[in-house]
């Protein structure tokens, strides 16, 4: 639909004001023909760095001007971003959807296009000086996060600092070798050297100190999944020539080709390297040594990353955020350094929260866990606030909870609640810890849907919906953080949060992957299917299948057919052996 912007801004030509200046495009004029935006001539990057460029408030009629856009073009879209009150960032503004909605604006036509796309262009064009690579699993492997780590390693120089919760890859084990023979540091903070260090010999933690790797570990669950090419160890000027891989995969075949997974690479973009090197040297500090390989015994530390080499190279639009702000560190004289919870900090779950309560057009969640109850509540207090806003949540099936069970743990709680009576810190952790909201974010309204594949969950067969992300309005905040108490309060975690024009292609490709996840098997008609054959079939019906995205009703309901048509599906030997179970026999 045309926006009634111009209408608005013709009026002070009646009352006398002088005429608006003339356009180089016709009132009516279409840059889209057709409304086929892929026939353009301009890229996907483009385009939808023109739209995020529009939406963000720092965009000015006058930075448009100066920019070289024509003046009616820069003010009438502008009015339709603002809305009524002419002011970005309230409650009537009406972001652009897309490039065909900024096309269908007034005096917005192929001129301006060209126009808003050269104000752009340099954000979009390819340069290994400052690159954002965008993983998405499940993949084969050679096309996968993992294959790409692999490179990565066999292109370090310097240094590689890798913090990982899992791995149990052969290939970049080889690569990580390859990178100590020629002379690369290899520092890895390794979530599973803290069981290893009980049994050592023959270990995966031993092998990599066997290899040069010198490992370490800390006390808390170190669930990082980063790595640091030639990193800003000894100079932040190195930040610039820095790559830094992290996401929601950790290295292991399952995260590459079954889960359902993200990782980003960073090439160039030098604040976020530095942050990642603060964070790996504060917790390298602070960790313990594995002390398998006698020669990598000496700790040597790396020059710290100042406030002044942050600030100097700052990037608007992202941030870094750890959860290791909410602890502090001492040395135990007789476990070593220690990590312990400071209570009352919450770094991630409040920048999350705060996300969510000035969101103006949507939130989008994928999350394996959701139970978060600072991020539940705000999702539940912006339904209820902001009902236009479009909430979606989308699980993996461990969140699935039925009605009787949902009952049970409010009861749970509540009983908690009773005996912390009196207790503020236990209190907090009654209602912070152990409560899955999926079940109570589904019954207020909010449209929540879980990746189900199997009417018993267990970790042998399950094809996980591993990812941990949100998109906000134009925002991505992605990395290793479970929305959990857990993850906030007892492991190690971190998330980039990006946003602004320098980074919409990036968002624009976690959006896209929202909506095949939030479609996934509903095409194929799955669920009518397995429902079907479940109600009306004879002979055994599998109680593990394809994966597919379903609503709690509907899940619900394929639950309850198959225990009717099957009640041996609850039996001892079913419950406690689900890895040996995948048909069930009427």
Not at 335 to 360: D, N
Not at 429 to 438: M, N, Q, R, S, V
Request: glycine share 6%; hydrophobic share 40%.
């Amino acid at each position: 639909m045309r926006s009634f912007a111009f209408a608005l801004l013709a009026l002070p030509v009646a009352c006398g004001g002088s005429a608006p200046p003339a356009s180089p495009d016709a009132e009516d004029a279409v840059a889209i023909v057709g409304g086929k935006a892929d026939e353009s001539g301009y890229t996907e990057c483009e385009l939808e760095t023109v739209v995020a460029h529009l939406n963000d408030p720092a965009t000015t009629v006058e930075s448009l001007r100066a920019d070289g856009l024509h003046t009616r073009a820069a003010r009438n879209l502008l009015a339709h971003r603002d809305g009524p009150d002419g002011a970005p960032g309230t409650a009537d503004d009406d972001l652009f959807d897309d490039i065909l909605e900024v096309d269908a604006v007034y005096y917005v036509g192929p001129v301006a296009l060209e126009q808003l796309v050269a104000i752009v262009a340099p954000l979009c064009e390819a340069s290994p000086d400052a690159a954002v690579e965008v993983f998405f699993s499940p993949q084969p492997r050679e096309r996968s996060h993992l294959a790409r780590a692999v490179e990565l390693v066999d292109g370090a120089e310097r240094s590689l600092d890798i913090a990982m919760y899992s791995f149990r890859d052969g290939a970049i084990q080889d690569a990580l070798e390859r990178a100590v023979e020629r002379g690369v540091r290899v520092r890895m903070i390794f979530e599973k050297a803290n069981e290893d260090r009980r049994d050592p010999e023959g270990s995966a933690s031993a092998r990599l100190e066997d290899a040069g790797v010198d490992v370490r570990y800390v006390n808390r669950i170190m669930h990082h999944k980063f790595l640091l090419v030639d990193g800003p160890q000894d100079d932040p000027a190195q930040a610039a020539g820095a790559t830094l891989m992290t996401g929601s995969a950790n290295w292991s075949n399952s995260a590459a080709t079954r889960y359902d997974e993200n990782t980003l690479v960073f090439t160039g973009h030098a604040e976020i390297a530095l942050r990642y090197q603060r964070e790996f040297d504060h917790v390298w500090t602070h960790s313990r040594d594995f002390a398998w390989n006698p020669e990598l015994a000496e700790r040597v530390d790396t020059i710290p990353v100042a406030d002044e080499a942050l600030a100097a190279a700052d990037d608007p639009d992202a941030e870094a955020l750890f959860t290791s702000a909410n602890f502090r560190t001492y040395e135990s004289s007789r476990y070593g350094w220690t990590f312990s919870r400071v209570r009352g900090r919450e770094e991630v779950a409040s920048r999350i929260v705060e996300l969510i309560e000035a969101a103006r057009e949507r939130v989008f969640v994928a999350s394996g866990h959701l139970r978060s109850r600072p991020i539940a509540e705000a999702l539940l207090r912006k339904l209820e606030t902001d009902p236009d806003v479009e909430i979606r949540v989308y699980l993996d099936a461990q969140e699935f909870l039925s009605a009787w069970t949902h009952e049970r743990q409010v009861d749970e709680r509540e009983a908690c609640l009773e005996e912390a009576a009196g207790s503020e810190a236990r209190t907090m952790d009654c209602l912070d810890y152990g409560f899955l909201y999926a079940f109570e974010l589904a019954d207020a309204g909010v449209d929540v849907r879980f990746k189900h594949y199997s009417y018993r969950w267990h970790y042998s067969y399950a094809a996980q919906m591993h990812h941990k992300y949100l998109v906000v309005d134009d925002a991505l905040v992605t990395g290793s953080y479970n929305l959990s108490a857990n993850a906030e309060f007892e492991t190690l975690e971190n998330v980039v949060v990006l946003r602004g024009a320098t980074y919409a292609g990036v968002v624009q490709r976690f959006v896209d992957n929202f909506d095949a996840l939030w479609e996934t098997g509903r095409a194929e008609g799955l669920y009518d299917a397995l429902l079907a054959d479940v109600r009306e079939g004879e002979d055994a019906f599998p109680i593990v299948f394809d994966a597919m995205a379903l609503t709690w009703d509907e899940v619900d309901a394929l639950k309850r057919a198959m225990r009717d048509a099957c009640p041996e599906i609850d039996s001892e030997d079913f419950r406690r052996h689900p890895e040996r179970h995948y048909r069930c026999q009427p």
